[in-house]
């Protein structure tokens, strides 16, 4: 007669469990890079009893390392800043600049509820005029205050957002264009060598004139200012994109190409059932650059025009010069490089929505 050791189910299930926890947590893995956080993987791994000690190497290299490099960078910041004297003063260490930062989020509120009252105030006027018979003389009042510096980071991420989707809508294009014909690559190639190095110190006066002579409205979402920021941003942020694009398309396996000629696929069919799903890695890659150029080029273009946004924050408090100046031009540093960094991040977690990359 067989005997059954009555742990071997309790085992077994156990076993199954454990398969199917570190599934989920390899699952998670591929996200918890898209977005910088791939330390929380061996915490969980840990957690789980998989390998503890051979976990924490990766803790030490994927967390505590960069922690620690951070460390070292606020303390030697702190260190050597008060050393150097400016025209406005010492640099401001870590503990002056989290202090402006906290004044900047004081006076965002400030602003907000200063804004909010007067739409109060401007709604209960237009209900009265309406109750009182004269709905003619209801009228929409814009808030012209002083913008907030929230109000001038969402400003400058609008613009250089509208300029990269101008930028992609243009270079995509050209770019399966060239990928597809020699001929179109060879007109298009010169084009790109001489416009690609351009910087945007050339670019936006030549911009601002072309907008002034054919726009002149100066209201809503798509203001002068805002056009002129947004056309720069786009004119230096297409090339990384067109240039991975043709790319990308060019170097598709010519085994597909031959089998969609017997296929016999329409162009359409062919750029985007072939084309496209082929060379969407490189096509992301050019992106992720061009929205990154796009965004150094934007709060360039701001100083120089200035056009609202955190560049005319950075340039607005140069020219005041007073005690706070100097730490502020700092928040807003740190403010710019990491939009820049959630950007990327953005793009990426795109990336590994729509492509196989190697990344995942």
């Not at 910087?199 to 798509?222: C, E, R």
């Not at 890659?285 to 150029?293: A, P």
């Amino acid at each position: 007669m067989t005997t059954v050791d009555p742990n071997f189910a309790p085992s077994a299930t156990r076993d199954a469990r454990r398969a199917r926890l570190f599934t989920r947590i390899a699952t998670a893995d591929r996200w918890f890079r898209v977005l910088g956080l791939a330390w929380i993987t061996p915490l969980l791994r840990a957690a789980a009893g998989d390998n503890p000690r051979g976990q924490l190497s990766e803790i030490w290299r994927l967390l505590l390392v960069p922690l620690l490099a951070i460390a070292l960078f606020l303390l030697a910041w702190g260190v050597l800043a008060p050393k150097v004297q400016t025209s406005l003063g010492a640099v401001p260490g870590p503990a002056q600049v989290w202090a402006e930062a906290q004044v900047l989020h004081q006076d965002a509120q400030a602003k907000a509820a200063q804004q909010a009252k007067f739409e109060t105030m401007v709604e209960a006027r237009n209900q009265k005029l309406i109750e009182a018979g004269r709905p003619e003389e209801v009228k929409q009042i814009a808030y012209t205050g002083a913008p907030s510096y929230y109000d001038q980071i969402g400003t400058s991420i609008r613009t250089v957002f509208f300029g990269f989707v101008v930028a992609t809508l243009v270079a995509v294009p050209l770019g399966i264009l060239a990928g597809l014909s020699p001929t179109a690559n060879a007109a298009l190639n010169p084009l790109i060598q001489i416009f690609k190095p351009v910087s945007p110190l050339a670019w936006l006066p030549i911009v601002t004139m072309v907008v002034s002579a054919v726009y002149a409205t100066q209201d809503g979402w798509l203001s002068k200012s805002f056009l002129i920021s947004a056309i720069t941003v786009t004119l230096c942020s297409l090339w990384p994109t067109l240039i991975n694009t043709a790319l990308g398309v060019a170097s598709i396996d010519r085994d597909l190409v031959a089998v969609s000629k017997v296929l016999k696929m329409s162009t359409w069919a062919k750029i985007t059932r072939l084309v496209l799903p082929s060379a969407l890695p490189l096509i992301f890659t050019g992106l992720r650059l061009s929205l990154g150029v796009g965004w150094m080029v934007l709060i360039a273009a701001e100083m120089l025009a200035q056009n609202p946004g955190l560049g005319k924050f950075v340039w607005d408090e140069f020219q005041n010069g007073s005690s706070s100046s100097l730490a502020r031009i700092m928040v807003a540093v740190l403010t710019i490089g990491l939009i820049g960094f959630l950007l990327d991040r953005v793009m990426f977690a795109l990336q590994q929505l729509f492509t196989f990359s190697n990344n995942r």
